[in-house]
């Protein structure tokens, strides 16, 4: 027990069960009068939003329940929880006082659980463990993926497409589900919704695994069904000229990310999730791990941007050092990564290489308060914003600044192969796109509105 909690405060409930829930909604204005030091003070309000953070996500009620799951997630993740402890036993103290001054009873706060005793301790600190879905269907398919090791953004992508299709047989169950009803479902999107051939395949790769690999089912033969008219789009590709307008628009931190995802032609989530030993700037390479198919490769590290990085990596140091004085839990880990080695997130080598600024709560990990990597639509914002004020005529994402790598480097001369394999492309189809949108001066090919020598309108 701690100090604060002498043994004669506690009054015992032994009835209440675990799962029963807990209200205080005055808990904020009891701890500030409470006679606690500052510091104790802001450590128990942190302690008691993390645990409300949890039960929001978990959508459930505070209980004696939660809280041991909350504890047990945040202890396998290698965060000291002794003082979140204290925490919560004084916010379940104080409730058990509120509850009793209405005429209730005060629940046991002795039964909060320490950490050394937690059951089920190796657990890893995933909101997706507690995420296994709500009917029998979806959870056989949760349960198959993720024996098959699916990536939890192609885990998310396939439920959504998988609770679209129960919406459209409803009020019938998908496992009940033949192939003329994917067929219809497919055709719905592909003449109804006006969806992209590329939308209506991503529907029938995740239907098909639903329905054979999942539930079992034998679809039969349905490859008769309308399909989305496919349209081949040209990417957009910015000049040599007006990428360097838009990095000269950009600063600090931002410009650094944008130059290096031109120049290393990475995707946004590649560019976001590098981690600090993915930068090898001796050899001048880039290690891009679990990309897109959950593949690795290596690409070409700007030699330009070495001094630039080398800068950033000394001020992220002495952030790692503040970060690890205040005890802040580890950074996130893919989920078998996170279970094997627990404490390997707070090593220097596993580090966002660019780190978001604040703190925030991570429901993946039952709400812990981490630095997590830049978000996705900060970075998109930013860059934006720097195309207009650069005058750029064009939609400026981080995918173009791809493009323009890839289109760049063919210009320049570059095996095609070659461009393959930097840009991570299964076919190589895929990266003649390309060669659509270059500049190719050795055509010489002029538009035959030069040569009528009329001059300009109205001349």
């Known amino acids: 027990m701690d100090d604060h909690f002498p043994a004669q405060s506690r009054i015992r409930r032994p009835h209440l069960p675990e799962t029963a829930p807990i209200s205080f909604p005055a808990w904020k204005g009891v701890l500030t009068s409470a006679p606690l030091p500052e510091a104790q003070r802001q450590g128990f309000c942190r302690a008691i939003l993390g645990l409300l953070h949890f039960c929001k996500h978990q959508r459930r009620p505070v209980s004696i329940a939660a809280i041991r799951e909350h504890l047990q997630a945040l202890a396998a993740s290698g965060m000291e929880t002794e003082g979140i402890r204290a925490g919560l036993r004084w916010f379940f103290r104080e409730a058990g006082k509120a509850d009793a001054a209405a005429g209730g009873q005060p629940m046991d706060i002795s039964r909060i659980p320490a950490p050394a005793s937690m059951p089920g301790r190796s657990l890893p600190p995933k909101f997706a463990a507690h995420d296994l879905g709500d009917k029998p269907w979806e959870q056989a398919l949760v349960r198959t993926m993720r024996t098959k090791g699916f990536l939890w953004r192609s885990e998310v992508t396939y439920r959504a497409w998988a609770r679209r299709f129960a ?17 219809a479902f497919l055709e719905d999107l592909a003449v109804r919704g006006r969806v ?10 995740a239907l098909v695994f639903l329905m054979q690999e999942a539930l079992r089912v034998d679809l039969g033969d ?31 931190t931002y410009r650094l990310m944008a130059e290096l995802a031109y120049g290393s032609g990475l995707r946004l989530m590649e560019l976001l999730r590098l981690r600090v030993q993915d930068v090898d700037l001796e050899r001048s390479r880039l290690t891009i791990r679990a990309g897109k198919g959950d ?8 030699e330009e941007l070495a001094r630039g990085l080398r800068s950033h990596l000394e001020h992220l140091r002495g ?30 080598p596993w580090q966002w290489l660019f780190p978001s600024r604040k703190l925030l709560h991570d429901p993946h990990s039952g709400g812990l308060l981490r630095r997590h990597h830049v978000f996705d639509s900060a970075f998109q914002k930013e860059l934006k914003a720097a195309a207009e004020r650069a005058g750029i005529g064009k939609r400026v994402t981080p995918h173009v600044l791809r493009h323009s790598f890839a289109t760049h480097l063919l210009e320049a001369g570059t095996d095609i192969r070659t461009v393959q394999d930097l840009l991570g492309h299964e076919s190589v189809e895929t990266t003649q796109i390309y060669t659509h949108v270059m500049v190719k001066p050795g055509l010489g090919v002029r538009s035959p509105l030069d040569g009528l020598g009329a001059g300009p309108l109205g001349g």
């Open 167 to 183: 919406a459209f047989l409803h009020p019938r169950n998908p496992a009940l589900a033949e192939g003329a009803d994917v067929k």
């Open 196 to 205: 992209a051939a590329a939308t209506q395949k991503q529907a029938l790769n």
């Open 222 to 252: 349905f490859s008769d069904f309308k399909r989305a008219q496919g349209a081949r789009r040209m990417p957009t590709v910015l000049t040599r000229a007006e990428c360097r307008r838009l990095f000269a628009a950009l600063e600090g």
């Open 295 to 302: 593949k690795d490769r290596v690409t070409v590290l700007p």
């Open 319 to 348: 952030l790692h050092a503040s970060d690890q004085a205040a005890g802040l839990p580890a950074v996130w880990l893919p989920e078998g990564l996170a279970k094997k080695w627990p404490q390997v997130g707070k090593d220097w």
